[in-house]
């Protein structure tokens, strides 16, 4: 099948960043994930390699991450920081109950990264970290929900919503959404 335009928007993407040097960290969400996943087999097959992404992050994706790995060791791109050598990385968060990123039979097939509620859950839910219980300005001083200084704690609105979605509400868990590394097998 030929390519979407957002497909060919990624390939350009990757031939503009390999041409300048560019680092690319990736961030793919639900079928944004099987629209980089695409592009990168495209590129890769159509000689365009080396493509310079240092870290792409999966959430709740309709492709399988461990074949996307398989794809970025073929894509062959190293790099070095400080003298040391590192390679492009993927990582993968799905909750259990994911019902795009967890079914193998027409989409991601991946494993669940954390979740311990099956009816409180939103695919469009993800979170790169745990959000703060209470909200705070950059100097670490308490915010209201307006940005105001205040005297104590206010609660963060955010925390509440990831608490209760990846863990029932359950505030012992620990944030089952970061994503998790995939290994190359």
Known sequence: MPLTNAEKA????????KQYDYLLDLNNHSRGGLTASVALQYANQHGLTDIPIR?????????????YVQQLEQNGFTYNINGEEYKSKASSAVHQSDFVGRPSLLLGGNESTGGSC???YSHSSYYMERPDKYL????????????????????????EDFKNIWTG??????????????VPK
Request: net charge negative.
């Open 55 to 67: 870290d792409s992050r999966f959430y709740g994706t309709a492709t399988y991450v461990p074949a």
């Open 169 to 182: 509400g359950d505030k012992s868990s620990i944030n089952p959404s970061i994503p998790k590394l995939i």
């Open 136 to 159: 705070f300005d950059e100097k670490g001083n308490y915010i209201d929900v307006n940005g105001n200084r205040v005297d104590k704690p206010v609660d963060n609105p955010y925390y």
């Open 118 to 120: 099956w009816f409180c």
């Open 10 to 17: 990624n390939v350009m993407i990757y031939q503009y960043a």
